[in-house]
């Protein structure tokens, strides 16, 4: 049972234009979030990550946007620019994390 | 920058052979995690360690898989016998606590089973 679904699997955005990933979950254990990045060949490293005590969190160009009733989170990154492009996967964990497909950003020159 | 070493970078073996891996995590991180990433998807949890003691291996196959960590620091994550659907990147990872700590993930190993 998939508890993290990411949508969508790839994504192209244009330079400086935002890219949009969004998320959702079952578990309402769950109340940590984080977002990480992967570049081919590395280990994903962690983004930005939010709790649900708030409903957005900001640094730099990157924001999450999270809606606790609906079980919801999404990451916007604003200015995408070509050094974005990597696989970003949601994630959200009370004692273990569970980690979203991923979504494959490529961000057009 | 302190980083999680992993080693080999790259495995290639044979099914029925078998195979280990090494991670040594970011000094004084107690949590150690073993994920595998299949192709195209997200990590998933093989164990979780927390110092020397198993916390978590509900998902790893422990006919043909062990992991250990004698010493509460480095650990080794072994298969016995390969088989072709373990072809995979493994990712260890460490964190200074537990649950919902930042995860610093090593560059993994890529192993593919003929």
């Known amino acids: 049972q998939q508890q993290v679904k990411q949508s969508p699997q790839s994504l192209i955005v244009q330079k400086g234009g935002i890219s949009i990933i969004n998320c959702a979950y079952e578990?309402?254990?769950?109340?940590?979030f984080p977002w990480y990045q992967q570049f081919p060949g590395k280990g994903p490293a962690l983004l930005i990550a939010?709790?649900?005590?708030?409903s957005e969190k900001k640094e730099g160009r990157f924001t999450i946007s999270f809606n606790k009733s609906a079980k919801q989170f999404s990451l916007h990154i604003m200015d995408s620019q070509p050094g974005d492009s990597a696989t970003y996967f949601c994630a959200a964990s009370d004692d273990k994390i569970i980690f979203g497909k991923g979504t494959r950003l490529h961000i057009l020159p | 920058e302190a980083e999680v070493a992993q080693s080999p970078r790259y495995k290639i073996t044979e099914k029925s052979q078998a195979v280990a891996f090494w991670c040594d995590p970011i000094s004084g991180h107690a949590t150690l995690y073993w994920y595998r990433q299949i192709l195209g998807q997200g990590p998933e949890l093989l164990v979780q360690?927390?110092?020397?003691?198993?916390?978590?291996d509900s998902q790893l196959p422990k006919d043909r898989f062990s992991a250990e960590r004698l010493k509460g620091v480095d650990s080794t994550l072994k298969i016995q016998p390969a088989e072709l659907g373990d072809s995979a990147m493994y990712l260890c990872?460490?964190?200074?606590?537990?649950?919902?700590?930042?995860?610093?993930f090593g560059p993994g190993t890529r192993l593919t089973v003929t």
């Open positions: 939010i709790r649900p005590d708030v």
């Open positions: 990872a460490s964190s200074f606590l537990q649950g919902k700590d930042e995860q610093y």
């Open positions: 578990n309402t254990a769950f109340d940590y």
């Open positions: 360690f927390q110092d020397e003691s198993v916390v978590d």
